[in-house]
Structure formats: structure tokens, C-alpha cells
């Protein structure tokens, strides 16, 4: 049975940092590409970013670029997001996620596995 259990979610003051984590169980981590995506009340769901399997490839949503990093650690089995210079409009329950692909991808609907999500609120 597969699992993302995401972690380092909380609350922070506008200009602060967070860092997540993703610790995944059950699946071929090392073969997995892995992302972040993020939901903020009353929205869709947004791509955040993306990994792919030894971590050279990544992708990053417009609105995060230059700001966000992601990471993985094979491994350890965990995908981390390095959130820096965060904004109130950063505010939205995070989703880590995982695919059976090869190829990076920036859509929600290409990822197989989900995590529960962990809530970041920036306050301004």
C-alpha cells in the first residue's frame, strides 16, 4: 500500500520560510517522479513543482519560481519543498504527489499516488 505522509506545515509571517517533507512508502521511490501540489480554499488545484527520478529535472509553477526548491533524498524515500520568501497567497493545504512516469510532469492529473496534505498559512 502506498504512502505520502507529508510533514513541516504551520503557520508563518509573510517573508518567512517553511520547509516540507514527504516520506513515501510502498512504492518505487527512486523510480517515481515526485511533486507538489497546493489547493487554497474555494480554488483548483495548483501545480507547484516537480522532481524527476535522481532529482537533475525540476519544474516550478510561475508563481513560486525563484522562491521554492525541491528536493529528494532516494535514499531516505522523501521528497522535500523549500519554501522561502512566502507570500499570504502561498496559503493552501500542500499535496505531496507521486507518478509512474518517467518524465516530469506539471499536471495534477498525471500523478497516481497522493498524500493527505498539510496546511501552510502565511499571515501578511
Known amino acids: 500500500q502506498v504512502q505520502l505522509v507529508e510533514s513541516g506545515g504551520g503557520l508563518v509571517q509573510a517573508g518567512g520560510s517553511l520547509r516540507l517533507s514527504c516520506a513515501a512508502s510502498?512504492?518505487?521511490?527512486?523510480?517515481?517522479?515526485m511533486g507538489w501540489v497546493r489547493q487554497a480554499p474555494g480554488k483548483e488545484r495548483e501545480f507547484v513543482s516537480t522532481?524527476?527520478?535522481?532529482?537533475?529535472?525540476?519544474s516550478y509553477a510561475n508563481s513560486v519560481k525563484g522562491r521554492f526548491t525541491i528536493s529528494r533524498d532516494n535514499a531516505k524515500n522523501t521528497v522535500y519543498l523549500q519554501m522561502n520568501s512566502l507570500k499570504p497567497e502561498d496559503t493552501a493545504v500542500y499535496y505531496c504527489?507521486?507518478?509512474?512516469?518517467?518524465?516530469?510532469?506539471?499536471?495534477?492529473?498525471?500523478?497516481?499516488?497522493w498524500g493527505q496534505g498539510t496546511q501552510v498559512t502565511v499571515s501578511s
Open positions: 522532481i524527476s527520478w535522481g532529482g537533475r529535472t525540476t
Open positions: 510502498g512504492l518505487s521511490f527512486s523510480k517515481s517522479v
Open positions: 504527489a507521486g507518478a509512474r512516469r518517467a518524465v516530469v510532469s506539471t499536471l495534477a492529473h498525471e500523478y497516481d499516488y
